[in-house]
Every structure is written in C-alpha cells, then in structure tokens.
C-alpha cells in the first residue's frame, strides 16, 4: 500500500504527468456510479461543480462508492477526487463570503479543489487559507500572535506581508473542525491524523490536499504573476473556453490558439515553471509529447490513448 493518500501528488512529486477524467458538469454522483469509476484509466477524477449541481449528497455517495470498489490498481483507497467549486475568484471578499463552499467539498473527502476564475492575489490567498485548519502554519505570517496573545483581542494578522522569497506570507487557516470523521473515513485515517495530513501540497510537503486555480479572464493573465506567487498551489491553467469568450470568440480554440491565447498561455505556463506550479493543459494523442516536453504536467482531454502516450513517454513504472 503506497504512503500517499493523492496519487496525483506522489505522481507530480516524482515529476510525473498526471491525467484526468471527468466534466465540466453532468458527472453522476451516485455509489453506483463510484463503484463503476473506481477502476477508472485516469489519474484522478474531475468533478464539475462550477457548472454542474452543488451535490454533496450525490459527492458524499460517489467517494463511498469509489472507496468501496477500491483499492485502486496503485494501491490506494480511491482515485484521487478534485472538484470545480461554484464561487469564482474575482476578489477577496467573494472567496471568503462563500468559503462554506469549500468547507462543504472538503468535508466528503475529496483530495482537492480548483478556484475558477482566479483574478487577483487577495482571492487566492482567501482560497487557499479556506481550505487550510489553523493547526496548519507551514507560510504562516510569522508576526501573526499565538492563539494565546489572540485570546486577548490581538488580531489574526492579514497575512498581507512578504517573505525573504519575496512571496506573500498567508494568513490562519480558517476550515473548522466537524468534518473530519467523514472524510478520514475516506482517507483511511484517524481524525487527528487527517486534520494533520489535509493540508496543501507543495507547500507542505506531507500535504494531500492538491489546489488548482483557472485564469480565464484578461484581469487574471494581467495578474498571473502576482496570483501563482500565493503559497499553496499544486497547478494552475489558462481556461481557453471562458478566455475566449472575453475576447469574442464563441467556439473554444485551443487547437491551435488564437495568437493572443497563444501568448497568455506562454506567460502562465512560464510563471508556474518559475514557481514550481504544474500547469494543466488540454493533451491528445498527437499533441501529448510535445505538450509533455512544454512542461505541461496535467492533463485534460479525457484521452485514454494520450494517457498511454504520455506514460510511456515519460517511462512511468507500473502500476500506471
């Protein structure tokens, strides 16, 4: 039995593309349905929420369903499991109006989220200490006071200042304890130890939580650089399909782009690079070498030929 709970993490960790299944919207969240994906080809499973129904019922079914027709082929309980949350990331008090959100998604178990239309630092930073518990303060604000200075009125600290890296610092986790039984159960794992383990990788590097952002607007390619330099992402993209409607184009073109997606996609796929971000990025059979050569590192398409492609590429050691 492997040591990692998120096969997608212990993949990305090994520099390993990783590649997924599932929608934008009209997945099946039943236990049947769980029970049939279980066996799945993919790496992990997508599940579109943005567009798609806010079920948590339905998600809290599907993951008992995966979990009871696991393990998989890797050895692990489930396929790992991330969902589009609805709330998009067009500012700081957005995210953290609609934090519940999160709370909700994570509380099934599943191993990650992906914030859409992430536009400015300020909104990431509130997604990604939304999803963290206090107890977890690997790129805390270090000026932030103890619990115990806090219990005087001190206050929480904005988490608004920088490292020596030059990198923001974030702020006290805000997930609250009440969860942790339902998805440890999924995990495998005892409560205190799934509040300890449910926290953001790379940014921890014992963490299984795996946070993905889409910068699909102009404000959010302006502000790429500024949004990957928040602590605690795994992988971002450049969302084609919303990008190019801001810019007039009814159709998604992706195959190829138009120059000035072109472009955008080159500035984020350079910012996640310098940053150590994976970058995620629609792959088929033709096209997967080269996009795995770019650096691509997760990929869509919903190609199980691309994914053969690409494992053999990269001489991935079975199990796949």
């Known amino acids: 039995m492997t040591h990692r709970i998120n096969r997608g993490i212990e993949l990305l960790a090994q520099d390993q593309a990783i590649y997924y299944m599932g929608h934008h ?17 993919a ?26 027709a696991g393990p998989t082929r890797s050895g692990h309980r ?5 969902v589009e949350a609805p709330v998009n990331g067009t500012d700081e008090a957005n995210v953290r109006h609609n934090a519940w959100q999160f709370r909700q998604i994570l509380g099934r178990g599943v191993h990650g989220i992906i914030l859409c239309q992430a536009e400015c630092p300020q909104a990431v930073r509130a997604f990604v200490e939304s ?12 000026a932030i006071p103890s619990p115990h200075a806090r219990l005087d009125g001190a206050p929480r600290g ?35 130890e799934y509040i300890e383990r449910a926290d953001v990788w790379p940014l ?20 790429c650089e500024a949004i990957l330099d928040v602590p605690g992402l795994a992988y971002a993209e450049m969302g084609p399909g919303d990008l190019g409607l801001s810019l007039g184009y009814t159709g998604i ?15 984020i796929l350079a910012a996640c690079r310098a940053r150590g971000i994976a970058y ?10 080269s996009r795995i050569n770019d650096g691509v590192r997760v990929i869509s398409g919903q190609s199980e030929e691309a994914a053969r492609i690409g494992r053999a590429h990269q001489k991935r050691a079975l199990p796949v």
Request: net charge negative.
């Open 78 to 82: 489930t396929p790992a499991v991330v």
């Open 25 to 41: 919207t009209g997945h099946v969240l039943t236990h049947a349905q769980g029970l049939a994906d279980a066996g799945t080809w």
């Open 131 to 142: 999803c963290r518990y206090p107890i977890n303060t690997i790129g805390m604000d270090p």
């Open 204 to 223: 921890n590097p014992k963490g299984e939580l795996m946070l993905g952002v889409k910068l699909e607007s102009p404000e959010g390619v302006a502000n």
């Open 43 to 68: 790496d992990y499973i997508n599940i579109g929420m943005e567009h798609g129904a806010f079920d948590m019922t339905g998600l809290a079914a599907y993951l008992r369903g995966l979990l009871d």
């Open 253 to 267: 073109r992706n195959n190829p782009y138009p120059p000035e997606m072109q472009k955008a996609r080159d500035r």
């Open 280 to 289: 995620l990025e629609s792959s088929w059979p033709e096209n997967i070498v």
């Open 158 to 192: 904005d988490g608004g200042r920088r490292g020596p890296d030059g990198r923001p610092y974030l702020g006290i986790g805000t997930r609250g304890r009440g969860s942790e039984a339902e998805a440890g159960a999924i995990w495998g794992l005892e409560q205190g």
